[in-house]
């Protein structure tokens, strides 16, 4: 398996607080992608990373903000947590867009309160 | 939206049959590849076409693309109930991001 991890895995946060998720990934891949899954939508890309320092925005970056300040971490923040945030967000990595897969976290599920 | 659609949304069949989930893009494409979901798991890289390819094969699984007509389809032969998963598309369409489609739920019943 590829060495990517989340955490934590699952959260509980009430409505207004800051909630900061983390992906770390052993594996030197230069391209993160934080990703939210909800029924009838599939993933939607939030932000993504093709380097150090180097982020964009995704279909549906409002609302949340990334941090890339080394290759291995990849942080997503959601600076005033809404009940419209609950979902279960997803971590991803891979080597370029080419050519290559995308390995996937195991996900996290943030419930918004 | 940036996604793509695939079709059906959802599609149940019996074990020993085959399923066809398709996908359609937006804008033109280097590769497309389809990943698997098993309930509460992050999503596992099946295959990958590039655009100059027509039809690609892995075991029990065949995909093809038209860039004409900007689709790609997904073939599971003899599906067994182990197949029963979401299946998604994903594509390089806008450049560095990686875009996925809604999904496909199969259902494969013993």
């Known amino acids: 398996d590829a060495g990517i991890t989340q955490s934590p895995r699952h959260k509980v946060t009430e409505t207004g607080t800051p909630v900061t998720l983390r992906c770390h990934q052993t594996?030197?891949?230069?391209?993160m992608y934080w990703y939210r899954q909800d029924p009838g939508h599939g993933l939607r890309l939030i932000h993504y990373?093709?380097?150090?320092?180097?982020?964009d925005k995704g279909e549906v970056s409002d609302g949340y903000s990334v941090s890339r300040s080394k290759t291995e971490d990849f942080l997503l923040t959601l600076e005033s947590a809404t009940s419209s945030q609950t979902s279960v967000y997803f971590c991803a990595i891979s080597r370029d867009t080419q050519n290559t897969e995308a390995f996937f976290g195991q996900g996290t599920r943030l419930t918004v309160v | 939206s940036q996604q793509g659609e695939e079709d059906p949304q959802a599609l149940s069949i019996q074990e020993g049959e085959n399923a066809t989930m398709n996908c359609s893009y937006k804008t033109s494409i280097n590769n497309l590849q389809w990943y698997r979901q098993n309930s509460g798991r992050g999503l596992v890289h099946l295959i990958l076409?590039?655009?100059?390819?027509r039809e690609k094969h892995s075991g029990r699984l065949r995909v093809t693309l038209d860039t004409s007509k900007k689709s790609s389809s997904l073939l599971i032969t003899a599906s067994r109930a182990a197949d029963t998963a979401s299946y998604f598309c994903?594509?390089?369409?806008?450049?560095?991001?990686?875009?996925f489609g809604a999904g496909t739920i199969l259902r494969v019943k013993s």
């Open positions: 994903a594509t390089d369409e806008y450049g560095n991001k990686l875009v």
């Open positions: 990373s093709y380097g150090v320092k180097d982020t």
């Open positions: 076409i590039r655009s100059n390819e």
């Open positions: 594996e030197n891949h230069r391209y």
